[in-house]
């Protein structure tokens, strides 16, 4: 099946691959927002100083906070910048843009998204192809490929916003596939080496880590599914230890001769920031702070409440980064850590208990992503994407996955409206996300057309809602006088709004897994 895929899909693969490429290069004179001030200060940074100065360095308040690896990323990419202009890798010169440097930056993003357009490959050579399709169009690795490679969030946070998540999202993609070609040793090393990379994948090394135990540490099951343990391998699991201990070693091991380890650790984890980031992610704490924000005007309204006790800014600031909460009792880092713990455990016992080969696995990290997005500290928008991209592969295999798929999908990329908020990109990020949208639904459609439908009408109505939203937010409210007065009004109704249906999905996909595994245990009994 693979070489048939290789012979005859290798046309259709290049043309999206190409195709996305193209689009790409169209938004080089795009908006771009500080992160793109961001890897120009850490390409000067790694170029010029000497390696133990790296996480000291402090010219520029976006001081390097990714792991070494990512360090070195920059290192390497600031010695093919200075062909363009030396300039940009002066540490002295903030926001520094000439259109060389914009065009190099561009550039490297879109020549290192190489990694993720293999990796996409790769994991649709692992698509179960039960469902021939006479028509390409219709063939589930056709529509796996365009859900992957033209990703709506992808385009827009990388290749307008300006990030490297495709190539980060690359690696994350491979080592899946790795693990559902059983090639156990390439996955575990490809996911130590996206951790150095960037730390965030840290949340979903649970489900890598009870994934590779399960499958690879111990190596059979008896007939009911439950696990044997006497086939427990002692060489599996040295050699997975020594993978992340090498990895490991080389990305911190400078630093820990340096004695700087603490230095890099307290970059990594910068817990002075606030609860929330200065756009609220469309989370659990999301609600909890507009819950907070109604019951504060509802206390002032019925005298609950002494108005001169009140901290201005927590009622018209609207979103600040420090958020202080008047009525409900306020957040601390450790209380976001347990409420994350405590959502992704039960979806690490399913997949112990009753594993059911590569879709478990995906489905565990799906769960570990959106549980960490849902109750995580200081949670960026943008972190929806490490659901969404894996969820694509399980949206493909059945259709209740290809619903919860579009729910999540289509409120996740609508949560990201906001990181573009000058005119001349409204009818970009608008156009993409319909063109987007509209594949998916009638792609995922005509794959389970035999199929009851993939939402029933209140989901409909749900997602349908998001069109009179956006056109109240972008278009009625700037003409409005409440715009002078309560400026946070359009990204706190997104913000809720979204919060609901991405609250409704990880609960959805909960529910499925758990009653699930139920049946399936039934069965073998």
């Known amino acids: 099946r693979g070489r048939a895929m290789a012979a005859g899909g290798r046309g259709w693969f290049r043309a999206l691959a190409l195709g996305v490429s193209f689009l790409k290069c169209l938004l080089i004179p795009a908006y771009y927002s500080t992160?793109?001030?961001?890897?120009?200060?850490?390409?000067?940074?790694?170029?010029?100083?000497?390696?133990?100065?790296?996480?000291?360095?402090?010219?520029?308040?976006?001081?390097?906070?990714?792991?070494?690896?990512?360090?070195?990323?920059?290192?390497?990419?600031?010695?093919?910048?200075?062909?363009?202009?030396?300039?940009?890798?002066?540490?002295?010169n903030l926001n520094y843009t000439s259109p060389a440097t914009i065009f190099f930056q561009r550039l490297s993003v879109i020549f290192t998204d190489t990694l993720f357009i293999y990796a996409?490959?790769?994991?649709?050579?692992?698509?179960?192809?039960?469902?021939?399709?006479?028509?390409?169009?219709?063939?589930?690795?056709?529509?796996?490929?365009?859900?992957?490679?033209?990703?709506?969030?992808?385009?827009?946070?990388?290749?307008?916003?300006?990030?490297?998540?495709?190539?980060?999202?690359?690696?994350?993609?491979?080592?899946?596939?790795?693990?559902?070609?059983?090639?156990?040793?390439?996955?575990?090393?490809?996911?130590?080496?996206?951790?150095?990379?960037?730390?965030?994948?840290?949340?979903?090394?649970?489900?890598?880590?009870?994934?590779?135990?399960?499958?690879?540490?111990?190596?059979?099951?008896?007939?009911?599914?439950?696990?044997?343990?006497?086939?427990?391998?002692?060489?599996?699991?040295?050699?997975?230890?020594?993978?992340?201990?090498?990895v490991s070693a080389l990305s911190l091991g400078p630093f820990l001769v340096?004695?700087?380890?603490?230095?890099?650790?307290?970059?990594?984890?910068?817990?002075?920031?606030?609860?929330?980031?200065?756009?609220?992610?469309?989370?659990?704490?999301?609600?909890?702070?507009?819950?907070?924000?109604?019951?504060?005007?509802?206390?002032?309204?019925?005298?609950?409440?002494?108005?001169?006790?009140?901290?201005?800014?927590?009622?018209?600031?609207?979103?600040?980064?420090?958020?202080?909460?008047?009525?409900?009792?306020?957040?601390?880092?450790?209380?976001?850590?347990?409420?994350?713990?405590?959502?992704?455990?039960?979806?690490?016992?399913?997949?112990?208990?009753?594993?059911?080969?590569?879709?478990?696995?995906?489905?565990?990290?799906?769960?570990?992503?959106?549980s960490s997005f849902m109750f995580g500290w200081h949670v960026h928008e943008k972190a929806i994407l490490l659901a969404i991209l894996p969820l694509s592969l399980l949206s493909i295999q059945r259709a209740k996955d290809a619903g919860i798929y579009l729910i999540l999908a289509t409120t996740g990329h609508f949560s990201l409206f906001p990181l573009l908020f000058t005119p001349p990109e409204l009818p970009i990020k608008i156009l993409l996300m319909l063109l987007f949208t509209v594949y998916s639904f009638s792609s995922l459609k005509s794959l389970f057309r035999r199929e009851k439908p993939l939402l029933n009408w209140l989901e409909t109505i749900y997602l349908i809602q998001l069109v009179p939203l956006e056109i109240f937010c972008e278009i009625i409210f700037p003409l409005t006088p409440w715009k002078r007065h309560f400026p946070f009004v359009p990204l706190l109704l997104t913000s809720v709004y979204c919060a609901l249906g991405i609250t409704y999905a990880w609960l959805k996909l909960y529910i499925s897994v758990l009653t699930e595994r139920i049946a399936v245990r039934q069965k073998a009994e």
Not at 342 to 348: F, T
């Open 258 to 370: 340096l004695g700087q380890l603490p230095q890099v650790i307290s970059r990594l984890f910068p817990f002075k920031r606030g609860l929330c980031h200065a756009y609220w992610a469309p989370n659990f704490w999301a609600l909890y702070n507009a819950m907070d924000k109604a019951l504060t005007i509802l206390g002032l309204k019925c005298n609950f409440l002494d108005g001169t006790k009140i901290p201005k800014a927590s009622m018209t600031g609207g979103l600040v980064q420090e958020f202080q909460h008047t009525v409900l009792p306020s957040v601390t880092p450790l209380a976001t850590l347990i409420c994350t713990f405590i959502a992704i455990l039960p979806s690490v016992f399913c997949l112990w208990f009753k594993p059911q080969g590569p879709r478990g696995f995906l489905q565990c990290l799906v769960l570990c992503a959106l």
């Open 35 to 92: 992160d793109f001030e961001v890897h120009r200060n850490w390409l000067a940074i790694t170029h010029n100083l000497p390696l133990s100065q790296w996480y000291y360095e402090a010219t520029s308040e976006w001081t390097l906070d990714y792991p070494p690896f990512f360090a070195w990323f920059e290192y390497a990419l600031s010695h093919i910048a200075k062909y363009f202009d030396p300039q940009m890798l002066v540490v002295e």
């Open 120 to 246: 996409v490959h790769e994991c649709c050579r692992c698509v179960n192809g039960k469902r021939a399709a006479k028509d390409i169009l219709e063939k589930p690795t056709f529509i796996l490929a365009v859900l992957l490679l033209w990703n709506f969030g992808l385009l827009i946070v990388d290749h307008i916003h300006f990030q490297y998540n495709g190539f980060l999202f690359g690696l994350m993609l491979l080592s899946v596939a790795r693990l559902c070609q059983k090639r156990y040793l390439e996955g575990a090393l490809l996911f130590a080496v996206l951790l150095h990379f960037k730390h965030i994948y840290m949340y979903v090394a649970p489900a890598y880590g009870i994934y590779l135990l399960r499958s690879y540490c111990f190596t059979a099951n008896n007939a009911d599914g439950s696990l044997k343990w006497r086939s427990f391998s002692f060489l599996h699991v040295t050699l997975l230890v020594l993978i992340v201990c090498l």
